[in-house]
C-alpha cells in the first residue's frame, strides 16, 4: 500500500474562519495530501488541573478565550468545500456526544461526502470538560467508548440495529441512510496506552499513536516493539494479525539542529523525509501531520514546503 499523508488543519484562534477552512482545505487538496484532520473539543473550562499527555510539564495548552472549531461540524463543511480529500476527525472523543446523534452525524458526513470519512476515535483526557458537559462517565470512558463504537457498526452495518449495552440500548428503529463506506467508515483508535492498543485491536481499522509530542514521542524503534504487541492483541481478539493499519501523527517542523536528541520529523527536509522513510520501514502506512504555524499564511507555506522538498524524498 503506497504512504498516505494528511494534513491536520488548525481550529483554534484565526484559524476558524469559513475562508481559512476553505483555503487550508482546498490547498491540502491541490498539494496532493490524502486527509485533512481537525482536532475535538466542545468547550474549554477556565480552570483545568488534569494532565494533558501530549505537554512536557502536563499541563493543558488550550486557552478557553480562544475560538476553537467543533469537529463534525466543520467536516460537513468541509465536505463542501472539497472533492477528494478524506475527511478525519483528530480524534474524535467519543463518550462526548450522545451514541445515536454521534452515529448519524457521522453517517452524514460519509454520504454528503461520497465516502470521504475517517473516524479517529479517543476517549478523552480532561476531566473538567466531562464536567463542563455534564457527563459523569470521565472514570469510565474507556468503557463507554468501546461500547459507543460497536453501536455505531452495529447501526451503520444492520438493517435493523439492535444493541442492548451498559450505557446505551437500542432497538426498533431504523437508521438511514447507512454510511456510503462498506461495511462502514475507518475506525481509527487514537492512544499509546495499554487499553488504546487493546481497543485498536478488537474494533479498529487503524491505530492511530501521535509520536512526536513530548513526552509521548515514540522513535521508529520504539513503535515497532509498540506495532508488535498491537499485532499480537490483534490475534488473540479473533482478528487477522494485520487487520489494523499502521498510523501515525506528528509535528512537522522545519529547523536548523541536526543533534542526537532531536525529536523525529524536526529539522532539515532530508532530515525529515529520512525520519518518514525509517518510520515507514516499521510498517506505518498513513501519517497524519501537525505543520508548526502561528496563523493561515505560515501553515499554507509549511504545508507547500512539505510538499515540495519533503514528500518527493519519500517512496510511494
Not at 478525519?88 to 467519543?94: C, E, N
Amino acid at each position: 500500500m503506497a504512504v498516505q499523508f494528511g494534513c491536520q488543519i488548525p481550529s483554534r484562534g484565526e484559524f476558524v474562519s469559513p475562508d481559512s477552512l476553505r483555503k487550508l482545505a482546498q490547498r491540502a487538496e491541490e498539494l496532493a495530501f490524502d486527509s485533512v484532520w481537525l482536532i475535538d473539543h466542545i468547550v474549554i473550562p477556565r480552570t483545568v488541573t488534569s494532565v494533558y499527555p501530549y505537554a512536557p510539564d502536563g499541563v493543558s495548552t488550550f486557552d478557553p478565550d480562544q475560538a476553537i472549531l467543533e469537529p463534525l461540524t466543520g467536516l460537513t463543511f468541509l465536505a463542501a468545500c472539497t472533492q477528494r480529500v478524506r475527511l478525519g476527525t483528530a480524534v474524535l472523543i467519543i463518550p462526548y456526544r450522545p451514541p445515536l446523534f454521534t452515529a448519524r452525524m457521522l453517517a452524514m458526513i460519509d454520504v454528503l461526502s461520497g465516502g470521504r470519512l475517517i473516524l479517529g476515535a479517543g476517549v478523552g483526557w480532561m476531566a473538567e470538560e466531562f464536567d463542563a458537559l455534564g457527563l459523569d462517565t470521565f472514570a469510565e470512558r474507556g468503557a463507554v467508548t468501546d461500547e459507543y463504537l460497536r453501536l455505531f457498526k452495529e447501526l451503520w452495518t444492520k438493517e435493523r440495529p439492535s444493541f442492548q449495552g451498559n450505557y446505551v440500548q437500542v432497538d426498533n428503529v431504523a437508521f438511514l441512510p447507512k454510511p456510503v463506506q462498506q461495511p462502514h467508515p475507518p475506525i481509527w483508535v487514537g492512544g499509546h496506552t495499554g487499553p488504546a492498543l487493546r481497543r485498536a485491536a478488537a474494533l479498529g481499522d487503524g491505530w492511530f499513536p501521535l509520536g512526536t509530542f513530548p513526552p509521548a514521542v515514540f522513535d521508529p524503534p520504539t513503535l515497532q516493539g509498540m506495532i508488535a504487541r498491537l499485532r499480537r492483541l490483534t490475534l488473540q481478539a479473533g482478528r487477522p494479525e494485520d487487520a489494523v493499519a499502521i498510523c501515525f501523527g506528528g509535528t512537522i517542523s522545519f529547523e536548523s539542529r541536526s543533534d542526537a536528541a532531536r525529536i523525529p520529523l524536526r529539522g532539515h527536509p532530508e532530515k525529515i523525509a529520512d525520519d518518514l522513510r525509517s518510520y515507514q520501514a516499521v510498517g506505518v502506512q498513513n501519517f497524519v501531520l501537525w505543520f508548526r504555524a502561528a496563523g493561515p499564511s505560515e501553515q499554507l507555506e509549511a504545508m507547500e514546503r512539505f510538499s515540495r522538498e519533503v514528500i518527493p524524498l519519500v517512496p510511494s
